[in-house]
Nanobody, 126 residues
C-alpha cells in the first residue's frame, strides 16, 4: 500500500522558517522523482519544487527560488522541504507527490505524478 505522509507544518511569522518532511512507503522510492505542491482555498494547486530520483536535478517555482530547498534521503525514504524567509503568500496546504516518469521534462506537470499525500498546513502571519 502506497503511503506519503507529510509532517512539519505549522504557524510561523513572516521571515521565519519551517521544515517539512514526507515519509514514503509502498513503492520504489529511490526510482521516483518527488515533488512538493501547495494549494490555498479557491486556487489551483501549484508546484513548489521537484527533485529527481538521485537528487541530480531540482526545479523550483519562481516564487520560492532562493528561499526553499528540496532534498531527499533515499536510505530513509524521506523527502524534505526547507522553507526560509517565509511570506504570508506562502500560506497553503503543502502536499508531497511521487512521479514514476522522469522529471527532466515538464517537471511541474501534475498529471505526471502518480501518488499524493494528504497534506500539511503551513500558515505564515504578517
Amino acid at each position: 500500500q502506497v503511503q506519503l505522509v507529510e509532517s512539519g507544518g505549522g504557524s510561523v511569522q513572516a521571515g521565519g522558517s519551517l521544515g517539512l518532511s514526507c515519509v514514503a512507503s509502498g513503492f520504489a522510492y529511490s526510482t521516483y522523482s518527488m515533488g512538493w505542491f501547495r494549494q490555498t482555498p479557491g486556487k489551483e494547486r501549484e508546484a513548489v519544487a521537484v527533485i529527481s530520483p538521485q537528487s541530480v536535478s531540482t526545479h523550483y517555482a519562481d516564487s520560492v527560488k532562493g528561499r526553499f530547498t528540496i532534498s531527499r534521503d533515499n536510505a530513509k525514504n524521506i523527502l524534505y522541504l526547507q522553507m526560509n524567509a517565509l511570506k504570508p503568500e506562502d500560506t497553503a496546504m503543502y502536499y508531497c507527490a511521487a512521479r514514476r516518469t522522469s522529471s527532466d521534462f515538464s517537471p511541474f506537470l501534475e498529471n505526471a505524478f502518480n501518488y499524493w499525500g494528504q497534506g500539511t498546513q503551513v500558515t505564515v502571519s504578517s
